[in-house]
């Protein structure tokens, strides 16, 4: 997935808070935890929705155009089938 990045981002940030939570011993572990967590499913949810777009917009475009289509051809099909 070319999102690589973004999860080594990710790693970078959720490392970063953990190590200054336990240094500074601000918030507890369960606190932290619970944090990383919140913050992986977001960017988890995140990447579920770009994928999808990316799946789903080409199909869209195409039901689009083919709907463009589909509308052109009314007027033609009327004037045929009001001609004796």
Not at 20 to 43: E, F, Y
Not at 73 to 78: H, K
């Amino acid at each position: 997935m070319p999102m690589s990045t973004t999860w080594v981002f990710f790693g970078l940030i959720a490392g970063r808070e953990i190590g200054i939570a336990l240094t500074l011993r601000q918030r507890s572990k369960k606190k932290i935890t619970n944090l990383v967590c919140l913050d992986a499913g977001k960017a988890f949810a995140g990447s579920v929705n770009a994928v999808m777009l990316a799946l789903f917009l080409p199909l869209l475009a195409t039901l689009i155009q083919d709907t463009d289509n589909a509308v052109s051809a009314i007027p033609t099909a009327l004037e045929h089938s009001t001609q004796p």
